[in-house]
């Protein structure tokens, strides 16, 4: 609750406010979030500074087909390692702004602790690369306080055809408190 707090006083998440009804979870949507949850526990904030540590599970038929995390700063997210562990090809060609997916991931759900990031940075888009592989569904721990994302990760989500979840989870705003707090100095 502190962290909800503390990120309403500083207005760094307008998605909250404006978010609909809380999704209710069922039993295996926690489950999922608990094992993305523990990947994205694989690395320590230090190793990903100046970005959030994020898990990500893919789901097919209810058992898990593709797990990643994101190890560190200048590397592919979380979302793009569980997107090749579960055997779709995604590449950058070159410097394109965009993810070239090849999968057979349809109707696949992906449960992601942190909102999937809808801008290009040192990456693509991972919310585009969740579109292109087919997932059907995707679960997101917390919304993106980040001004660059904050609720446009899930828009393009939508947009693509998505149904989009989103948790506000207890456990991952506690872990990303740290880098929501990075946030209001600045980014470092």
Known sequence: MRLLLLVAAHGLVPSIRKAPLKYR??????????EALDL????????????PQVGCVLVQNNK???RGYHPKAGEPHAEIFALRDAGATVEREGDADHWSVT????????YVTLEPC????KTPPCCDA????????????????APWVAGNGAKRLRDGGVDVEVLEDAACLALLEGWVASLNLGGK
Request: hydrophobic content about 45%; glycine content about 8%.
């Open 130 to 145: 969740l579109v292109a592989a087919g997932c059907a569904r995707v679960v997101i721990g917390m919304s993106d306080p």
């Open 25 to 34: 979870a069922t039993a295996a949507d926690l489950d999922f979030m608990r």
């Open 103 to 110: 999968s057979s991931l349809k109707n696949a759900t992906a």
């Open 40 to 51: 994205a526990q694989t690395v320590t904030a230090d190793t990903t500074a100046p970005n």
């Open 64 to 66: 898990i087909v593709g």
């Open 118 to 121: 809808s801008h290009v940075g």
